[in-house]
């Protein structure tokens, strides 16, 4: 036998047959003919007319299809019992695959259709959601026996609603290759719905994506449902993501019903042909056919245009990502680090084992969901109880629950391997397992490993062996390497998916013998980055700062995160809500943390607990002081943005308003703090969760402000269709923009967030649109953008796109104006518009809607992007691991001379250090202004405090500030 699925699938473009079941309905067949069932039973023609089913196949070959499905679309042990031949499963299987072996000859492909059982195992409905992974397993594993049996080349798991299912297929067709002895590829296709291009449950592409890559599998793809338009977006999201082969069989359109109740499907084979060209044209698809309504005459129309056609290599594969049933994320986030929601955990939280011990997995709920408005990338589940022996059951009701609520990926926490294995089973998308060790040896990770493989999860490893808990860097490293060797040699995990936990150890207890433990940990996630390659790493950062008062927790937490991610931290484990950015935590208390966490001093903890009592007491004194006392409102606004604070917003807006008015509120004020927010994002001084908290106060406070905004009804300057691209979850900067434009004069129809590009583009069609916003906040969705450029300059349409966000650049927004990239001279002629910010993108629509300025405006950007292609592509990143690596700075300036070679003390002016004098902790503090408030506290700097410290600073003669000033030969 020389026949190659896969081979053939990397080579050519491979065409798969048309509709089996709808061409079936055509045929003038009998009650007899299905073997005396009432209705029409397509699988029993396999037994009573295998000659209908083989001429059928024919007839498909001899239109050009190079792939025959089975007639077993319905032949699973679930299907069949409806019709009473659930003891005919094997043998229906078998005999099918013989009938399409027999067809198609040595030199052609057989693959054996698995249709959908009818159930949705991830849903909650009481009858197609009460049925368990296992019993699916079983179902799929008798079916494809029989496929592979009766001589299938490969099986076609296809039309699949839930996701789930489609894992369980694909154990099931594993469990089938080891019983028969034979392994065939596994292609997956599923099915979208019309509007909106998600699966029945709400899976989008990207998480089908996620999640089928992750198990394996050979080819991934759409199927049925709708014609191609519909699955244009989804299509091209393969096209540039996945790095299997691609297959598109799509219905013959929408199907519509007849005069005489029949149904009819409207796509005629020369569109359809067409339209699946084009895919393999521009998105790389390998696999095309047809599915419902198309007949061996749309299969010639699609042969005569793309039969054995040579296929585009397949893209690498994305960085590693997890999955929840609903949508993907990045493993590791950037900025860094992925924050792993913690609450939901009996062993941390008082809260969770209360309403587990009650059965609330609503209140659980609730919980997650709190977590992810908090910016949580991952949810992690913990529900082990010394009280109940049901973990595996609460983790398993719990798991699903929250799939199908909550958009983030789940972490299965969770020491007991049966817990793990029967919460992945209930897990629709690709999970994180937390944890491994070697304490008791190698046992437990040999049955923990081949589980996360088997479901493709990522895998936390403590560094912990049979000598105990790993405390110096020197022990981390060894034990990683060793647990590396095991899950990557042996168990075969990609490092890519494999997470050290490198212990976090409490620095409050006041033991000798962890001390040193904080310095530990960071040195050790610096050398296991260094050491092991691909491998992430991870930390439960709160387990640093146990037995302190929450203040003095909040500073030490936050202190430690920011030094661990500094060393390459990926995933922390942490309550956003209870930690603080570290440029605003105050100098001093910032020094007694790194005192304590790089074990500076002997008293370190001593003095890092007296200030936080101290401070408590200091507090209570002085009442909670609001921070915004005696800020005019523009100040106050500016804190209440970058400090989160959404309390009081309201109120401050007023007195702004009435102070400088509604406009300047807005653009000179909200707009340059939230700027500020975002810089600090791209800088890495903010994690997500705090732009996203920033984000609630900005919307809260421009609710308040449109009340004072004229809008002129009836008129509008232009219309623009705003959206956040497909992927990108947050619609920080577009919310923005929204508002700016909104009150210039503009009508906004604003699309929301993760917008499919075809969405985008018909809403730009629909309202016709002056021009079209779009937003990413991440890196990862930023490549939306050139995608949406050429999809509209394919159309021949002419909207202008303003594009913007934290992840892009100017040049950015000047290279995408080539729908062709370097390949093409071809230009996006109305253009494309790099807007760094609100202010930016109403200046930009306020020239397009101006006939000859908009013209200006093209030509400028078009030289500006002639002038940056001309220098080249942008330079390859080089490796910066090197000591001997430098930068791209000239070298050839000449060098002036210094006024010395070496370090010299000089003079400093006093007036030059008056000006960086703490006045406020001085007088706060020092001078005894502690509670002092309003016109009282202005009145005793006015009268009494600034006099003084200047006569003060003007008589003192004991003040001699000194500075050395060096240059160096390098």
């Known amino acids: 036998m020389d026949r190659d699925y896969l081979e053939a699938i990397n080579s050519h473009v491979v065409i798969y047959d048309g509709g089996m079941g709808a061409t079936l309905e055509q045929f003038d067949l009998t009650s007899e003919d299905y073997g ?31 792939v025959l499905e089975t007639d077993t679309f319905q032949a699973s042990r679930l299907k069949l019992d409806e019709w009473g031949l659930a003891d005919y499963t094997v043998e229906i299987n078998t005999k099918a695959a013989e009938i399409a072996r027999k067809a198609a000859g040595e030199h052609r492909f057989v693959a054996g259709s698995i249709g959908p059982t009818g159930y949705l195992p991830a849903s909650e409905d009481p009858t197609l959601g009460q049925i368990r992974f296992r019993e699916l397993v079983e179902i799929f594993a008798e079916q494809a026996a029989g496929l592979i049996d009766g001589g299938a080349d490969l099986l076609i798991i296809e039309t699949a609603q839930d996701i789930l299912e489609v894992k369980a297929a694909v154990f099931g067709a594993r469990e089938a290759f080891a019983s028969t002895g034979r392994s065939v590829p596994i292609h997956t296709s599923v099915s979208l719905l019309p509007n909106g291009g998600k699966m029945l449950l709400g899976t989008d592409i990207s998480a089908v994506l996620c999640t089928l890559e992750a198990l394996g599998v050979d080819v991934i793809g759409l199927n049925c449902s709708t014609g191609p338009e519909d699955m244009r977006d989804a ?41 699946l060209k084009e895919f393999v044209e521009r998105y790389g698809v390998g696999i095309v056919g047809g599915c419902c309504g198309t007949t061996p005459a749309h299969i010639a129309a699609i042969a005569e245009r793309v039969a054995e056609r040579p296929v585009a290599p397949r893209p690498v594969a994305r960085t590693a990502h997890l999955s929840s049933m609903i949508a993907a994320t990045p493993l590791v986030q950037e900025p860094r680090p992925t924050m792993v929601g913690e609450r939901v955990n009996s062993q941390g939280s008082r809260k969770a084992k209360e309403l587990l011990l009650s059965d609330d997995y609503d209140g659980l709920v609730q919980i997650a969901e709190d977590q992810v408005t908090g910016g949580a990338h991952v949810l992690d589940l913990c529900v082990a109880l010394t009280e109940r022996q049901d973990e595996d059951e609460q983790m398993r009701i719990l798991a699903k629950k929250v799939s199908l609520t909550q958009p983030t990926p789940i972490q299965v926490d969770s020491t007991e391997p049966e817990v793990i294995e029967r919460t992945l089973e209930q897990i629709p998308g690709r999970a994180n397992v937390n944890s491994v060790n070697l304490e008791a040896g190698r046992a437990k990770l040999d049955r923990v490993a081949p589980l996360a493989l088997a479901h493709g999860a990522a895998l936390i490893a403590l560094t912990i062996d049979e000598v105990g808990m790993a405390k110096t860097a020197e022990r981390k490293v060894e034990v990683a390497k060793r647990i590396r060797d095991l899950c990557c040699e042996e168990h075969g995990l990609d490092p890519e998916l494999l997470i050290f936990d490198c212990l976090t150890f409490t620095l409050t207890t006041g033991d000798e013998e962890w001390r040193p433990s904080a310095v530990e940990t960071i040195e050790g996630i610096k050398r296991i980055k260094a050491e092991i390659p691909s491998v992430k790493t991870s930390l439960g950062v709160s387990n640093v700062s146990f037995g302190v008062s929450p203040g003095a927790r909040a500073v030490l937490n936050s202190v430690f995160l920011h030094h661990c991610v500094h060393a390459g931290l990926d995933l922390a484990m942490v309550n956003p809500n209870h930690i603080t950015p570290y440029g605003e935590i105050s100098e001093l208390e910032r020094e007694l943390a790194d005192d304590l966490v790089f074990n500076r001093r002997e008293d370190a903890l001593e003095r890092f607990i007296a200030h936080f009592e101290s401070k408590g007491e200091e507090d209570a004194a002085e009442g909670a002081a609001d921070p915004t006392e005696g800020m005019e409102p523009e100040e106050a606004l500016h804190f209440h943005i970058l400090r989160r604070r959404k309390d009081g917003v309201e109120a401050w807006i007023d007195a702004s308003v009435e102070k400088i008015g509604a406009v300047p509120t807005l653009n000179e004020v909200l707009l340059p703090a939230m700027k500020e927010v975002g810089d600090k994002f791209g800088a890495g001084e903010l994690i997500l969760p705090f732009v996203l908290q920033s984000a609630e106060v900005m919307k809260r406070a421009v609710a308040q402000l449109e009340k004072y905004l004229d809008k002129i009804e009836g008129y509008t300057k232009g219309t623009v269709v705003l959206a956040t691209v497909f992927g990108d979850v947050h619609d920080i900067g577009k919310s923005l923009v929204n508002t700016i434009l909104t009150n210039n004069g503009y009508t906004v129809v604003d699309l929301g967030k ?66 062709g990239g370097r390949e093409s001279d071809d230009v996006y002629e109305p253009g494309v518009f790099y807007c760094k910010d609100a202010f930016e993108g109403l200046s930009k629509m306020d020239q397009i809607v101006d ?84 016109e009282e506290w202005r009145k005793l700097v006015g009268e009494d405090f600034q006099p003084r410290l ?20 390098c």
């Not at 029949?262 to 339209?275: K, N, R, S």
């Not at 990413?776 to 594009?803: N, R, W, Y």
């Not at 220098?871 to 001379?897: F, I």
């Open 36 to 66: 005396g069932l009432a209705g029409k039973c397509h699988e029993a023609l396999v037994l009573n007319r295998p000659d209908v089913i083989e001429g059928l196949h024919s007839s498909m070959l001899e239109a050009g299809a190079e």
């Open 235 to 275: 299509i091209r999201f393969l096209g540039e993501y996945c790095p299997v082969p691609v297959a598109c069989i799509p219905n013959a359109g929408l199907p519509l019903q007849g005069p005489d109740g029949e149904t009819i499907f409207p796509e005629q084979p020369g569109p359809l042909a067409e339209a």
């Open 754 to 819: 993760q917008v499919p590009i075809g969405t985008i583009i018909d809403a730009a069609k629909e309202h016709q649109a002056t021009a079209i916003g779009l937003s990413a906040l991440l890196v990862s969705t930023s490549k939306q953008m050139p995608l949406c450029i050429q999809e509209l300059h394919s159309q021949g349409l002419d909207f202008p796109v303003l594009i913007g966000g934290a992840a892009i650049n100017r040049d950015f927004g000047l290279r995408v104006l080539y729908p």
């Open 851 to 934: 006939g000859e300025a908009r013209e200006a405006l093209v030509a400028k950007t078009r030289d500006a992007a002639v002038r940056l292609r001309e220098k080249g592509p942008e330079p390859e990143a080089l490796p910066t691991d090197d000591d001997s690596v430098r930068s791209a700075a000239v070298t050839d300036n000449p060098v002036p001379a210094p006024p010395w070679w070496g370090a010299r003390e000089v003079d400093v002016p006093l007036d030059e250090v008056y000006h960086h004098l703490d006045t406020h902790v001085l007088f706060k503090l020092h001078w005894g202004g502690r509670g002092v408030k309003g």
């Open 950 to 969: 200047d006569r003060m600073w003007r008589e003192q003669d004991y003040l001699k500030p000194r500075a050395k000033l060096g240059y160096f030969p």
